[in-house]
């Protein structure tokens, strides 16, 4: 084995780190399968804050926290932060100024500098990283110059790079399937998606899951606005069935009232030529007549205008539908453009990898240089574990980071030619009292799906 160069820290980062060493050395370091999700940070000895009290600049300023865990203000003393948050520590800050100044001063606190990682192993220069926010593993290694001796770091990089953008087109090939198949659904009115058979063997994988579930809360509540418009729909169409029956009686009651008028003005005219009647009774039977004439007219234009509203509110409806589906025509095809592009993309990272030697077990690089390996020591509730890391595991203050030189290779569905060869379309999601779930056909789906 070869030996590791050697390790200088600074006094101050080197204390702090072997204070939290020794403090967890009571039990023996334990190994976790990969780093857990991140808590709160909470601050230790050697990082710094700074302390903002609103019209008190002699107490506003930067502090470190000392070994001792305590953060010393002017006339405050000595405050407690190790171990919290920022959020405790503010309450501490604001709860001792307020004691000092007799008032309650508003405080705020912001961090001003994290404990450094510490990158050991197989780099030119090991030693302390400053920490930021959102460092990775493979940051905290390309900080620290990459692999030591001849082992060609700067290439271990482009491998490392090449690795990255594998995973990243694969994940965009990836919701671009899903995307296409709840478009598709969408299209033929289904509320379950079916599985991409390029995704078969990944039905189980919490990505496809995470994604297929969000898509068929799409496919909801797509379904809800349609549900809903189609059932004020019904409702106005209903309506104005009412209303169009109602004048269309109005109508026919007028068209029998001036049926009647009509033989009355008959009869009236041939008792009048007789000379049997006034001509006052004959002048009132036809403007009897002509009203309701008017009347039936006005009333045709009502109902013209009933059924034309109906019309209008069914092509309404028509029209939402179909703008619907073109939406999702036109989306399926911007999906279908951006797969190609997608695939392209992913089968350039492929060959990039391939040239540098990934795929393929126990492939070479750079004469004899291998892919990388990470391991991370953190302190966990007082017990040093030792964390299994890839590439993009986020580091925490503190933590120090070993990097060795060992076989390994890209995912299955990285090394392999995207889903070639799966079997039928197994998966969908439906959904059961408790909400989406995935279903899997049992005669196709792969090992470990869900039962």
């Not at 307020?98 to 500098?113: C, H, Q, S």
């Not at 493979?138 to 030591?148: D, E, P, R, V």
């Not at 082992?151 to 995307?179: N, P, T, W």
């Amino acid at each position: 084995m070869a030996r590791r160069p050697s390790l200088r820290l600074p006094s101050l980062a080197a204390t702090a780190v072997v204070a939290a060493v020794a403090a967890a050395a009571a039990a023996p370091p334990a190994r976790a399968a990969d780093a857990p999700p991140q808590a709160e940070h909470r601050l230790a000895a050697g990082e710094a804050v700074k302390i903002a009290v609103y019209g008190q600049n002699d107490l506003s300023g930067t502090y470190q926290v000392g070994l001792d865990g305590r953060i010393r203000l002017p006339l405050a003393g000595g405050i407690a932060v190790a171990g919290l948050d920022l959020a405790a520590a503010e309450a501490a800050i604001r709860e001792r100024v307020a004691a000092v100044l007799e008032y309650a001063a508003p405080v705020t606190i912001d961090m001003a500098a994290y404990r450094p990682v510490f990158v050991v192993g197989a780099v030119t220069r090991p030693g302390q990283q400053a920490y930021q926010p959102g460092l990775q593993a493979l940051q905290a290694y390309a900080s620290a110059a990459g692999l030591s001796g001849a082992s060609g770091g700067d290439q271990m990089i482009e491998i490392l790079a090449a690795r990255h953008k594998v995973r990243q087109f694969e994940a965009e090939v990836r919701d671009l399937l899903i995307r296409r198949a709840t478009l598709e659904a969408a299209l033929a009115g289904r509320s379950d998606i079916l599985l991409p058979p390029e995704l078969a063997s990944e039905a189980a994988t919490p990505a496809v899951q995470d994604l297929l579930l969000n898509q068929v809360a799409f496919l909801a509540s797509e379904d809800v606005v349609m549900t809903n418009a189609r059932s004020l729909t019904q409702r106005q169409i209903e309506q104005l069935d009412q209303e169009i029956a109602a004048l269309a009686g109005e109508e026919t009651a007028l068209d029998t009232q001036r049926s009647l008028v009509v033989k009355e003005l008959q009869k009236t005219q041939s008792l009048r030529n007789e000379g049997l009647t006034t001509s006052s009774r004959l002048l009132s039977l036809q403007q009897m007549r002509s009203d309701l004439e008017a009347d039936r007219y006005r009333q045709a234009a009502y109902l013209s205008r009933a059924r034309q509203e109906k019309i209008r509110v069914e092509e309404k409806l028509r029209t939402l539908e179909e703008d619907r589906r073109n939406t999702y025509l036109r989306e399926t095809a911007d999906v279908v453009r951006d797969l190609e592009i997608a695939r392209a993309k992913l089968a350039a990272a492929r060959d990039q990898a391939l040239a540098l030697g990934m795929i393929g077990a126990g492939a070479a690089v750079g004469g004899g240089a291998e892919p990388l390996t990470f391991t991370v020591s953190r302190v966990i509730d007082g017990r040093l574990t030792i964390l299994e890391a890839g590439p993009e595991t986020p580091l925490l203050p503190g933590d120090v980071l070993e990097v060795a030189a060992a076989p390994a290779a890209l995912p299955p569905s990285a090394a392999g030619g995207g889903g070639g060869g799966a079997q039928a379309v197994a998966c969908r999601v439906g959904a059961d009292h408790h909400g989406p779930v995935l279903v899997c056909d049992p005669a196709v789906a792969p090992a470990g799906d869900l039962q």
